[in-house]
Every structure is written in C-alpha cells, then in structure tokens.
Nanobody, 127 residues
Framework: QVQLVESGGNLVQPGGSLRLACVAS????????MAWVRQAPGKELQWVSA????????RYASFVKGRFTISRDNDQNTLYLDMKNLQPDDTAMYYC????????????????????WGQGTQVTVSS
C-alpha cells in the first residue's frame, strides 16, 4: 500500500525559502515516478513538478520559473521540493503523489492518475 507523508510546510514571508519532504513507505520507492501537486484555497489542483523513478528526468510547471527544485533520495525513500523566492501566490496545500512507472514523469494534476497521494503540507506565504 502506497503511503506518503509530507512535511516542511510553514508560514514564510515573501522572498523566503522552504524545503518540503515526502517520506514514502509500503512500496518500492525507486520504481515509482513522483510528483508535487498543490491546491490553493478555492482553486483547482495544480501540478508543480515531477521526477522520474531514477531522478534523472525532472519537469517543472512554467510558474516555477527556476524557483523550485525537485529531488529524491531513493536510499531514504524521500522526495523533496526546495522552494525559494516564495510569493503569496504559492500559498497552497502541497501534496506529493506516486505513480508506478519507470523512465517517465507524470505531469498530471488529476488525483486519479496516481497510485498514491499524501495528506499534504500547508505552505503559507504572507508578510
């Protein structure tokens, strides 16, 4: 059973940085592509970034604009999202998601396209 637990969300001032983590269990982490998806209050789910099972391939949403970096540690079964120059528009619940697929990335914001989904971690950007 795919289990994902996010952490690292916090209240941060505009221009600040955060590192989100997602600890995976219950499945063979290094055979799954991973992604970060967010949902702002009152808005639809929005795909943020994705990484292939090996970490070799990475993709980012255009609004990331070089501010976010996705990475993974397959030895520690952990996915990361390093975020810098955060802005109020980045305020959202951030979810990590897993898809059993090798060699590809998943760039969907549809929960049904993933095999597992975390409970989310809240990022609030405000002065």
């Amino acid at each position: 059973q795919v289990q994902l637990v996010e952490s690292g969300g916090n209240l941060v001032q505009p221009g600040g940085s955060l590192r989100l983590a997602c600890v995976a269990s219950g499945f063979t982490f290094d055979t799954y592509a991973m992604a970060w998806v967010r949902q702002a209050p009152g808005k639809e789910l929005q795909w943020v970034s994705a990484i292939s099972h090996s970490g070799y391939t990475k993709r980012y949403a255009s609004f990331v604009k070089g501010r976010f970096t996705i990475s993974r540690d397959n030895d520690q079964n952990t996915l990361y999202l390093d975020m810098k120059n955060l802005q109020p528009d980045d305020t959202a619940m951030y979810y990590c998601a897993a898809k059993y697929i090798m060699g590809l990335v998943v760039t969907s914001d549809n929960r049904n396209d993933y095999d597992g989904w975390g409970q989310g971690t809240q990022v609030t950007v405000s002065s």
